[in-house]
């Protein structure tokens, strides 16, 4: 299950992670949001162990919106050693997310 990254966890969960980090910015008012929301709790369970998976709700987190410029969502960032390397804007099948994923994990 993806885990919930809130303003209080985010630095240690996502920029203290040695492994590769998926964040899903989102928010239940969303509907692209709801279509991309399984395939994150998918990749959860496909990356267990080699990445962390996570999900901000930004109307309940907005330090974490505002400090990464979210104004689209869903907006899922990519992490690795606690900087962004990739990002994707908007609602894309599990293969995008996948294919960004694995170039992390080189």
């Known amino acids: 299950m993806a885990l919930e990254i809130t303003d209080s966890n985010f630095e240690e969960v ?16 969303c509907g692209p949001c709801r279509m991309v929301g399984p395939v994150v709790e998918e990749l959860a369970k ?4 080699k990445a962390v998976i996570g999900k901000v709700n930004v109307d309940e987190n907005p330090e974490i919106s505002v400090r990464y410029g979210i104004r689209n969502i869903p907006a899922l960032l990519f992490f690795k050693n606690g900087e962004i390397v990739d990002k994707q ?3 894309v099948p599990k ?3 996948n294919e960004k994923l694995e170039k992390q994990l080189v």
């Not at 996502?14 to 008012?29: Q, S």
């Open 46 to 49: 496909d990356y267990e162990g």
């Open 89 to 91: 804007i908007g609602a």
């Open 14 to 29: 996502v920029l203290k992670a040695e492994k590769p980090v998926l964040i899903d910015f989102w928010a239940e008012w």
């Open 95 to 97: 293969s995008v997310l």
